[in-house]
């Protein structure tokens, strides 16, 4: 009696929870639908262009790296690098397909080489490989057709209301 008792467990209690997870009549095509609603949203959500994201953080973050590091706040230089790396890697999200996202591996030796200088403290190398760095976004602009966008080493503060 004991054995037929487990027996009937083991091969009624499979069946009677498979038979208790299948879906309702109909219940395929109303996830279906949910599915297809998330992606019309999905498909719909905003989404930065390269432009936007290069003038909303490319552009200023390089600036004020420049002028942390002129400063030898290395603190801040890190954070600023860190946030100028953040855009590259918006860039690549969002756009991961396109010349701009595939040019961007130009642009991370010079950025690995300013990381170091700023761990190091070293005020020459650091502006050595800024110097390169601002070369290469120009030679990524030159290789994508924005060779009319030039980025220069800044020359005076525009941020007036930050301590560097």
């Keep these: 009696m004991k054995r037929l008792s487990i027996i009937v467990i083991l091969f009624i209690l499979p069946a009677a929870f498979l038979a208790s997870c299948e879906q309702p009549a109909g219940g395929n095509k109303a996830l279906q639908a949910r599915v297809d609603s998330l992606q019309s ?4 959500a905003y989404v930065p262009g390269t432009g936007e994201i290069m003038n909303g953080i490319v552009q200023p973050h390089h600036y004020k790296l420049w002028l942390a590091g002129q ?3 290395w603190k801040l230089a890190e954070y600023e690098r860190h946030q100028l ?7 690549r999200k969002y756009h991961k397909n396109t010349p701009e996202a595939a040019a961007l591996a130009m642009i991370y030796p010079e950025m ?3 990381e170091k200088a700023i761990k190091q ?3 020459a190398a650091f502006k050595n490989h800024f110097a390169l ?6 030679t990524c602009h030159q290789a994508t057709k ?3 966008n030039v980025i220069t080493v800044p020359s005076a503060p525009n941020f007036d209301n ?3």
Excluded: P, V
Excluded at 85 to 91: E, P, Y
């Design 85 to 91: 790396s953040g855009g590259f890697k918006r860039i």
């Design 112 to 114: 690995d080489a300013l």
């Design 146 to 148: 924005y060779e009319f």
């Design 133 to 138: 760095l601002t070369n290469t976004c120009n």
């Design 121 to 123: 403290k070293d005020a």
């Design 41 to 44: 949203k999905l498909d719909s």
């Design 162 to 164: 930050q301590r560097f």
């Design 71 to 73: 400063q030898q706040n």
